[in-house]
């Protein structure tokens, strides 16, 4: 192993970093072969084994994690427990081996319109990937995070980009993590321009990304920019609309209210599925709930500096902005790292003439949107940019008609009945994704067993012989996996 280096972090703290981009990704690329070739079960068993060395170490991890990003321990200790499930689904998703696709075609010497070859198609690890963890899930979005545990059960090994909002966490996590892995499967490497290497490291097959829009788009373009491009998979900001009705904003407007500003402050703001935008009908008589709401919520410290900074320059340019009216707007306080909830409010005509003021607020503050009539909904919905989430909240049976309309303007990856975005269930069915700006690749999620399939890639095997298929595309199936057998479209066939 080479000699430690020190950089410095976001605050000015050196923090030792024990490998470079180039020696974390010739390592994983050593550690491929490898790690594709364990069976099922052995893999399972590695993503079981790091979901226990967190459990075991949730104490000083959720310790370590307080004092770098100054979240709430509860809501840390919920986010490691949170973090061992995704790894245990993962392990779960490896054992079931449906995420194969395992699909059998025997040959037809009487296929129409020419006789048909034996074809079995799987899908197969696309080999290293970088992983650039975010700042606000140290845990559920960062070094054992979903794009790792996802790629693992891939069968990929991870080259972790940590982020320096948690520099100790992350080699904490990773330390944990090559305790149980094979030697390459992960490596955490530390600082901006390693993170650049490592997405034009020709090792390196594709990357996943938890933050910024323009920190995604500036690596989307130089994952593109490489002599042979390769996946990138952002996950970056969202608006997530929130749209009342008028049925719903008469029967329960104040309660709609409160459970918005709770949504709009739960870790302070700092959620990529804040609700940062409120769609009332005008004369909608909620102003003083709207205000006293925001008010009661105390300023907190947000995850870095780089944060309130960003926070606080983008709320002044938007209250400043002629066409918004502050709400509520309390003075920040001295703390530096700390942010004040804020209330801004405008009309949908407005925000479709100046399409500025559609832009994200990443800390506690949300716009709140007036409009007239549904045509003037409508069209300002229209003007959106893709999102992750949208709501609506409505009233059955007298929205049915608007609802339809609603859902078939709103651009967004998940689309929210009479709820709120904020908390994103691991399951088979949920979608964590969106069109672009929300996402580089509107055809992914990052949450979920499917985020899986982002690490893999299709191959056909056209008349191999079966002893020469892999164990999965083998009629015998002795990895008792699903199959898809001559078309029945039923994945599961082979069981
Ligand atoms: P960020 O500033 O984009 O940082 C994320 C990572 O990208 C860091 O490791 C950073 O490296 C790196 N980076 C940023 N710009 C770069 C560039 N130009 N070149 C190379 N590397 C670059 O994001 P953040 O401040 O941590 O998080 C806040 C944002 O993340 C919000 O917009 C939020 O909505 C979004 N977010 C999205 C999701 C989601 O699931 N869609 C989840 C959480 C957060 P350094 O730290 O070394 O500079």
């Avoid at 590695?46 to 104490?59: F, M, P, T």
């Avoid at 081996?97 to 296929?111: E, N, R």
């Avoid at 490497?189 to 390196?204: C, I, K, N, Q």
């Avoid at 001295?334 to 479709?352: H, I, S």
Wanted: glycine letters at 8%; one cysteine or more.
């Amino acid at each position: 192993m080479s000699s430690p280096t020190s950089i410095p972090s976001q605050d000015g703290t050196p923090v030792t970093t024990w490998t470079t981009a180039a020696r974390a990704a010739a390592s994983a690329r050593t550690a491929a072969p490898a790690l594709a070739a364990l069976s099922l079960p052995e893999r399972a068993s590695l993503l079981r084994g790091l979901s226990h060395a967190l459990g075991e170490n949730a104490a000083h991890l959720a310790d370590v994690a307080v004092d770098e990003t100054r979240l709430g321990v509860e809501r840390l200790q919920g986010e490691i427990r949170r973090t061992q499930v995704q790894l245990e689904m993962f392990a779960d998703v490896v054992e079931a081996g449906a995420f194969l696709d395992a699909v059998i075609d025997p040959a037809d010497p009487a296929a129409q319109p020419a006789p048909r070859p034996d074809i079995r198609r799987m899908l197969v690890p696309l080999g290293p990937v970088a992983v650039f963890s975010a700042s606000n899930f140290p845990f559920a979005f960062s070094v054992l995070g979903g794009d790792t545990a996802s790629a693992l059960a891939a069968g990929c090994p991870v080259v972790v980009k940590a982020h320096e909002g948690h520099p100790r966490l992350s080699d904490l996590t990773g330390e944990l993590a090559a305790d149980v892995l094979p030697p390459g499967a992960l490596t955490v490497v530390h600082g901006r321009e390693e993170g650049r290497s490592l997405v034009t490291d020709p090792a390196v097959r594709a990357v996943g990304f938890t933050g910024s829009t323009s920190g995604g788009r500036a690596l989307f373009d130089l994952a593109n920019s490489r002599p042979d491009p390769i996946p990138f998979y952002g996950e970056l900001g969202s608006l997530n609309p929130v749209v009342v009705t008028p049925a719903a904003c008469a029967a329960r407007g104040a309660d709609i209210v409160r459970e918005y500003i709770a949504s709009v402050t739960l870790s302070q703001g700092q959620m990529c599925t804040k609700p940062g935008l409120l769609f009332l009908p005008a004369g909608h008589g909620l102003e003083d709930d709207l205000r006293r709401g925001i008010a009661a919520a105390r300023p907190a410290s947000l995850l870095g500096p780089w944060i309130s900074t960003a926070y606080r320059a983008t709320l002044d340019d938007l209250a400043a902005h002629p066409a918004v009216r502050p709400l509520h707007l309390a003075e920040q306080p001295d703390d530096p790292r700390a942010g004040a909830p804020a209330l801004l409010t405008t009309t949908a005509e407005d925000v479709r003439a100046c399409p500025e003021l559609l832009r994200e607020c990443f800390g506690p503050a949300s716009l709140v949107i007036t409009y007239t009539t549904p045509q003037d909904l409508m069209e300002t919905l229209r003007t959106l940019p893709g999102g992750l989430t949208a709501t609506i909240q409505g009233q059955e049976p007298q929205d049915e008609d608007l609802v339809h309309r609603l859902t078939a303007a709103l651009q967004a990856g998940r689309l929210i009945w009479n709820g709120w975005p904020t908390g994103v269930a691991v399951t088979a069915a949920m979608h964590h994704g969106g069109p672009w700006p929300a996402t580089t690749s509107p055809l992914h999620t990052s949450v979920g067993s499917r985020a899986v399939a982002r690490w893999m890639r299709p191959v056909a095997y056209q008349n191999v012989p079966e002893k020469l298929l892999p164990p999965p595309l083998r009629r015998a199936n002795p990895w008792n996996v699903p199959q898809e057998v001559d078309g029945s479209g039923q994945p599961g066939g082979g069981r």
